[in-house]
């Protein structure tokens, strides 16, 4: 099958029910460890929406790789949205970007309170590591491996991943930011994560090398123009349509569209999708889902 025959809207309308369902099992074994309010706080962060495009990467990876593991590959996704359902919980907080919508909805701090939200975003991390072991064991992959692949989720998330790029973001505001800074406070604090996805889902499926390269390269592309197409967006909708407010102009963050206005920053979210499906090709893998994904970073409304 070729991209322009692939029913995209039919394939993520089809993973989200058990994305949703792995999400609820990580839920269920994390809630008896936890306080009711903090429990409930998690739920918040974790259920009600989303495009869920970190776990449907890495099952999408997976596949392509050969893998077939049923709820388990959705489970060791899940693990993936588990830290960015984090990360979204404390960027939301006025310590980070005071946000009052998210998904739609009120943020979780909004509703369940900033001490309560900060402890639940903070014990899912740890929920996510150990998911993402127990998920790459249940599918097949040997002690060190599943190791591997829970580190790989941790590094993606930490200092030299999304929490290093946050730091980066809070560091940025009000600075005018170079091309090169702006490439890798996003490399780190969006790209990494999504790169993790398609790592975590090739190592999952036992991948040699020169495809867990190509994965990563892809990765990398459609991380960055995942950010590119959320600066136009942040720039060009409302927040009935984002569901969430706009904020880059009014936090004065340095953006692709206030480096190189918008039709520019089109041009080049449109050349990394590219770039994406060329390093597919590179180490010829057959994956019609991710072509079509890479197009959808940059084509999605919010
Ligand atoms: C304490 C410095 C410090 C960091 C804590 C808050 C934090 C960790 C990291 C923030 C990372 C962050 C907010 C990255 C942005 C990622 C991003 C582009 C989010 C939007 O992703 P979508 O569009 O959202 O996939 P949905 O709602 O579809 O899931």
């Not at 070729?2 to 369902?21: G, N, Q």
């Not at 800074?181 to 040699?208: F, N, Q, Y």
């Not at 995942?226 to 953006?255: H, R, W, Y």
């Not at 990394?272 to 010829?284: F, Q, R, Y």
Request: include cysteine.
């Amino acid at each position: 099958m070729t991209s322009a025959v692939f029913d995209l809207p039919a394939y993520l309308d089809e993973r989200l029910a058990p994305v949703k369902a792995a999400l609820e099992r990580a839920l269920a074994v994390a809630e008896p460890h936890l306080p009711a309010d903090v429990a409930a706080a998690a739920r918040h962060g974790v259920t009600g929406g989303g495009k869920r495009l970190r776990p449907i990467l890495c099952v999408a990876a997976y596949e392509a790789c050969g893998g077939s593991g049923g709820d388990a590959a959705y489970d060791l996704a899940a693990s993936l949205e588990l830290i960015h359902a984090y990360s979204l919980m404390h960027d939301d907080l006025p310590c980070m970007d005071d946000a009052a919508l998210r998904r739609g909805r009120p943020t979780t701090h909004r509703v369940h309170g900033e001490d309560v939200t900060m402890r639940a975003g903070a014990a899912l991390i740890p929920v996510a590591a150990l998911q993402a072991r127990r998920a790459a064991l249940s599918l097949g992959c040997d002690p060190a491996q599943a190791a591997a692949i829970a580190a790989r989720l941790m590094t993606a998330a930490g200092a030299g991943g999304m929490v290093g790029g946050q730091w980066l973001d809070l560091e940025g505001e009000g600075q005018r930011l170079d091309e090169e800074r702006l490439d890798t406070l996003h490399r780190l604090k969006t790209g990494a994560l999504l790169v993790a996805s398609l790592s975590m889902g090739g190592m999952a499926a036992g991948a040699p090398a020169d495809r867990l390269d190509a994965l990563e390269r892809y990765g990398r592309a459609i991380g960055l123009a995942f950010q590119v197409a959320d600066d136009i967006l942040d720039a060009t909708q409302d927040a009935g349509v984002l569901g969430k407010n706009p904020s880059d102009a009014e936090l004065d963050k340095s953006t692709y569209v206030s480096l190189h206005g918008i039709e520019e920053a089109r041009r080049r979210a449109d050349a990394l999708v590219d770039e994406a499906v060329a390093s597919l090709a590179s180490a010829a893998i057959e994956a019609p889902a991710l072509r079509a994904l890479a197009g959808y970073v940059v084509a999605r409304r919010n």
